[in-house]
């Protein structure tokens, strides 16, 4: 059985400040772990994604998540937002591979809103 | 480029009308999904299919039947469309394995009225 949970439904930032977005998740097995992000009216596109090698795992666009077992915690961060980044943000935790790989569980999202 | 096109970006349909929705992908991906997004309720998987032929009920199902034909093309059908389920449908597709992330399609906003 696995979840995620995003812990804020909206963040808002003024552009320059860091961006924290935080998401846990609850797995009976060892999870592979994503951030996505989806701009209005588009698809989802892969930020970044944990894969067991390191714990601190960077993406696209200066973004950066840390993987904490101890804590089931998968927090995206960024050290300075920009007007680009407004968007929507999902966590989501998959099981291992194979026929059970369509079986990912997607948190409810985070919508990022920059103010200028 | 990985390419997961879905055949329309907005469609209206009546109630009681069968509708297709049809994606493809050209990255010869085993895993093909279909998803619905409703705000505060994220993304729910509705179908998915790991081959041709193939096909696994999602979270969601009671409603839409899913076809598979070839490896490139997963289609979502609405038997008889009614209102709730006017929603946005993504679909997406990943190879098998372990740490395969999914490629998304840019979704297509249906409208039962």
């Known amino acids: 059985a696995q979840s995620v949970t995003q812990l804020d439904s909206h963040v808002s930032v003024s552009e320059g400040t860091p961006v924290l977005l935080r998401c846990n998740y609850s797995?009976?097995?060892?999870?592979?772990l994503f951030w996505y992000v989806q701009h209005p009216n588009k698809g989802l596109q892969l930020l970044l994604k944990?894969?067991?090698?390191?714990?601190l795992v960077k993406g696209i666009n200066g973004f950066e998540a840390e993987f904490k077992k101890s804590e089931t915690s998968f927090h995206l961060t960024k050290p300075s937002a920009h007007m680009s980044d407004a968007a929507e943000y999902f966590c989501?935790?998959?099981?291992?591979?194979?026929?059970?790989?369509?079986?990912?569980?997607f948190g409810d999202g985070t919508t990022l809103t920059v103010k200028p | 480029d990985v390419k997961v096109t879905q055949s329309s970006r907005y469609l209206v349909k009546r109630t009681g009308e069968k509708v297709f929705l049809e994606c493809v992908q050209d990255?010869?991906?085993?895993?093909m999904f279909w998803y619905r997004q409703d705000p505060g309720l994220g993304l729910r998987l509705i179908y998915f299919?790991?081959?041709?032929?193939?096909?696994e009920k999602g979270d969601i199902p009671e409603g839409y039947s899913v076809s598979r034909e070839k490896k490139e093309r997963f289609s979502l059908i609405l038997e008889s469309a009614s209102t709730n389920q006017t929603s946005m449908y993504l679909c997406?597709?990943?190879?098998?394995?372990?740490?395969?992330?999914?490629?998304f399609g840019q979704g297509t906003r249906l409208t039962v009225v």
């Open positions: 989501v935790v998959s099981p291992p591979g194979g026929s059970n790989a369509g079986k990912s569980t």
């Open positions: 797995s009976s097995y060892s999870p592979s």
């Open positions: 944990y894969t067991s090698a390191a714990t």
């Open positions: 990255m010869d991906h085993e895993n």
């Open positions: 299919s790991y081959d041709v032929k193939m096909k």
């Open positions: 997406a597709s990943n190879f098998g394995g372990r740490n395969t992330e999914a490629f």
